[in-house]
């Protein structure tokens, strides 16, 4: 596994974008039929000081209204509407209404949570476990349902994060099976470390009712991200134009 060793969010979408323009990317068709360039391993990001601006490359395509529609909605459930228009998946759902099984009014099994309501909220578990025990190894938020996703034509791509609180620092962890890291990548920490923030506030705040030991050390401080991607790629045809404005910048 190769690591990458960056300060800031931006520098983290060009960094992983160059590497798989210059250091022997495979070609892969994927199962949709769609041209790929794929780094040879698993590829891990460590951002040292992911709220340092910029968080946003100058050749990233996505405007300001989109990137705030994106962080809110890494943590904030997506109501299903029935209409036959809803996404397979959103993040915010599986962080924050993850989908179980229930016992209907008919005693059928039925499945509640992913923007239906009455699913598990990790999210909140994740705030309470660690203000309830800082130096837990627990404070985990999982996207899979094997029962939904083995057959998803769209499963999630983020599939793990885990906060560790260490050194008074809240630190982030995410791994993707699949990972985008030219059209995606930066949206995807960007949202990511909205997220770490906002988990950040909620358990000092917590910390702070509570007068825990953890807080006589002050308010615990915003930490590391590091993200995994086991499956870093490019969609080098499908997104030639940004590819050509990245290699612009880039140089390569």
């Known amino acids: 596994m190769r690591t990458l060793n960056v300060n800031t969010l931006a520098e983290a979408h060009e960094a ?9 990317a495979n070609e892969l068709e994927t199962e ?9 391993e698993p590829l891990s990001v460590r951002i ?8 946003v490359s100058s050749v990233c395509q996505f405007g300001i209204h989109f990137q705030e529609q994106y962080q809110e909605c890494m943590h904030t459930i997506t109501p299903r509407k029935n209409d036959g228009k809803d996404a397979t ?6 962080f924050r209404d993850y989908p179980i099984k229930v016992i209907g009014k008919e ?3 039925i499945w509640a949570g992913d923007g239906r309501g009455s699913g598990l909220d990790q999210v909140e578990w994740v705030i309470k476990k660690l203000a309830e025990n800082p130096e837990t190894r627990r ?5 899979w349902q094997p029962e939904i996703d083995c057959d998803s034509n769209e499963p999630p791509c983020l599939q793990f994060i885990q906060l560790l609180i260490r050194n008074n620092k809240l630190n982030l962890f995410a791994i993707f099976r699949s990972n985008d890291m030219l059209s995606a990548y930066n949206m995807n920490i960007l949202a990511l470390h ?5 988990i950040l506030l909620r358990v000092n705040q917590l910390l702070e009712a509570r007068s825990t030991k953890a807080w006589t050390f002050g308010p615990i401080t915003c930490g590391t991200m590091e993200t995994v991607s086991v499956s870093a790629h490019i969609y080098f045809k499908r997104d030639w134009s ?11």
């Open 32 to 40: 949709d039929k769609e041209l790929t360039f794929e780094y040879p």
């Open 16 to 24: 992983v974008v160059r590497a798989i323009l210059l250091e022997d």
């Open 107 to 109: 005693m059928h099994m």
């Open 89 to 94: 998946y959103t993040y915010g759902s599986r």
């Open 48 to 55: 040292e000081t992911p709220w340092k601006e910029p968080k």
């Open 242 to 252: 940004e590819l050509k404005a990245f290699r612009q910048k880039l140089r390569v």
């Open 194 to 198: 909205n997220l770490q923030q906002y």
């Open 139 to 143: 404070a985990t938020i999982h996207t």
